[in-house]
């Protein structure tokens, strides 16, 4: 499997700052930085251990959290869609609440999402589709997956906005395409939002949310149990 150096070597990448051999960013923008490579790891291999078909990401920045997944899919012969409106680098900002609603096609992470999929054979694995959540969520759901009402998601990734309303917004959005079974990972929220996104996890879903990875070998990645 590859490693970070290999993602380097592409000449797309560097080591964000402070977070050598651990964290990417695109060469010539600081945002957004991507899952760490314990992260990345832990991630495709729940894909494939829970022989996960159905997935489902908001947001991925510039393709790594997908890259993760869709090693996973792959094996399985499953796919993602991962939803993301390509601002943060343009904003330089982890926190894209106030900004206009707008994506951004010529993003450098759309590129790099694109460059990914094809490099590493992911066609009609990863799917990248350009909007925002909640707003776009019925509708790039739809487009990729049959009968999504009644054949839920089996894996679901979210780190889209910092900020506690819009992480409400992305799991209220998602909780009629998931079951008791589904997967799911939340980034970056330990110690700033945690209490509140277990508080909603437990009383819409009857789950609790368990840090599984916690700094320096990730950004806090938990999961629902």
Known sequence: MITYDDLILTGRYS??????NKALCLKNNKLPISIKFKEFNYIMDAVIGGKCTRGYEIATGFGISSLAAGFGFKK??????????????????????????????NAEGYKSIEFLIKKYELENIVIPKLGWSPEDVDRVLAEEFDDIQNNKLDYV??????????????????????????IMFFHDMFPFFIDEVDALINKVLNRRIKIVILPPDGFSLATAE
């Open 76 to 105: 399985t012969g499953g796919k993602l869609v991962t939803l993301d409106c390509y601002v943060e680098e343009k904003f330089g900002s982890h926190n894209c609440k106030t900004l206009e609603r707008v994506v951004n096609i």
């Open 15 to 20: 080591f964000a700052e402070g977070e050598q």
């Open 157 to 182: 990734f979210i780190d889209g906005e910092h900020n506690i309303e819009s992480i409400e917004k992305d799991i209220l959005s998602i909780v009629k395409y998931i079951n008791k079974n589904t």
